[in-house]
């Protein structure tokens, strides 16, 4: 299975689009920085400042229930998914190719420093 490449995803998605999925209002605002309610552990009082966000950073955090993280663990928090999954899914709601990383097939230890016996052998060895 390939992986994913959250620093590039976290590149494509702005911390501004995930806030708006998980219906973040703020109540206040200084430069970059955003306070509201929680929407991790869904704040009782609308006017709630727990949740604290900083776009220029891609960080959010939550005063009250300690939630921390960037956009796609925010989507994992709040949809309660693994990490890996609120990736896939943001992908899907947002409509972006995903940065997949292509992993080597792993190998047992050691195995590293032996030649791969089942490589290629050159066909044409010995007759050009
Ligand atoms: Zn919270």
């Known amino acids: 299975m390939p992986g994913v490449d959250f620093s590039a995803l ?3 998605v ?3 689009w995930v806030l708006e999925l ?6 206040s605002a200084a ?3 955003l306070r509201g309610p929680c929407p991790v552990h869904g704040s009782q009082w609308p006017r709630s400042r727990s949740f604290s966000v900083h776009l220029g950073k ?3 955090y ?3 229930c300690g939630f921390g993280g960037n956009q796609i663990q925010l989507w994992a928090g709040v949809r309660e998914l693994r990490v ?3 990736a896939v899914d943001l992908r899907h709601r947002l409509g972006i190719d995903m940065p997949w990383i292509q992993r080597r097939q792993e190998r047992p230890r050691g ?7 089942r490589a290629p052998v050159d066909p044409f060895r010995g007759y050009v």
Request: include cysteine.
């Open 31 to 33: 430069g970059d920085r």
């Open 84 to 86: 890996y999954e609120a």
């Open 62 to 64: 939550c005063h009250k």
């Open 58 to 60: 891609g960080l959010c």
């Open 111 to 117: 195995a590293e420093k032996k030649k791969n016996p």
């Open 14 to 16: 702005p911390m501004a």
């Open 22 to 27: 998980v219906g973040f209002v703020p109540r």
């Open 10 to 12: 976290q590149g494509q």
